[in-house]
């Protein structure tokens, strides 16, 4: 397991937060919405409060409640600053004594999983984008359709504090799991993550080249990327 992140051409800092344990293992990564003082905020937060309420009790109730007391906590760091404050919120949890894990899904960052030569992605975007490309609302290349990848739909702060999407997952010996922010998945193309994914052993040369390939693309975002490569026992 190993993870990094760039802070791209376009943003002065990185306003993406990354927690990784492998030892759990654990995995979070959050994407702040905009530049200022709210998206870093809001990104510490969420995944501080996340990681404390998830190791505690790694079951999908407590999960939801470590989201919950995300959404609160962000929400009142917003009230404070009195401006935009929110994030997007990807984790990856492994279940104690269990061949399983979690992933816990709240905005467009992303996990995909490697299987068998098979990438999948096995999250959905919760943007105006992601409805509008399953129900055929505008082509895939549109202005609308990219207006709308900026629309989202849940985040953490969000006003009506939604709740995560919450996935079990088996783990299987040779699966590799991609954790991202947008800022990767936008920029690095689903063949080439293929490509990096199956040809690269070693999880953090994997994690090392998708990042310096979002730079190549043009560096437009933050970028952040983790990889966990199940082994066997």
Do not use: K
Not at 40 to 68: E, K, N, Q, S, Y
Not at 97 to 109: F, K, N, R, T
Not at 119 to 124: A, F, G, H, R
């Amino acid at each position: 397991m190993a993870a990094g992140s760039v802070v791209g051409n376009r943003y002065p800092a990185n306003f993406d937060v990354l927690h990784i344990d492998p030892v759990w293992p654990l995995v979070v990564v959050a994407d702040g919405m905009g530049d200022g003082p709210g998206s870093a905020i809001a990104g510490r937060t969420a995944v501080d409060v996340f990681v404390a309420g998830a190791t505690a009790a790694p079951t999908p109730r407590a999960l939801r409640a470590a989201v919950a007391e995300v959404q609160l906590r962000v929400r009142a760091a917003g009230a404070a600053l009195g401006e935009l404050t929110g994030c997007t919120l990807t984790a990856f949890v492994g279940a104690v004594d269990e061949p399983d894990a979690w992933i816990v899904q709240l905005g467009d960052s992303r996990a995909y999983r490697l299987r068998d030569g098979l990438l999948e992605l096995l999250t959905t975007d919760h943007t105006m984008a992601w409805l509008g490309a399953v129900y055929g609302w505008w082509p895939a290349d549109s202005p609308e359709a990219h207006a709308a990848r900026y629309r989202l739909t849940r985040y953490a702060g969000h006003p009506d504090s939604p709740e995560p999407d919450v996935l079990s997952v088996a783990l299987r010996a040779g699966d590799v799991f991609l954790l991202c922010t947008d800022g990767l998945a936008e920029q690095v193309g689903y063949e080439r993550l293929t490509e990096v994914l199956r040809g690269t052993p070693d999880p953090g040369e994997a994690a090392t080249t998708l990042l310096e390939d979002s730079l190549r693309a043009g560096g437009d975002d933050n970028a952040t990327a983790a990889v966990i490569r199940v082994g066997r026992e």
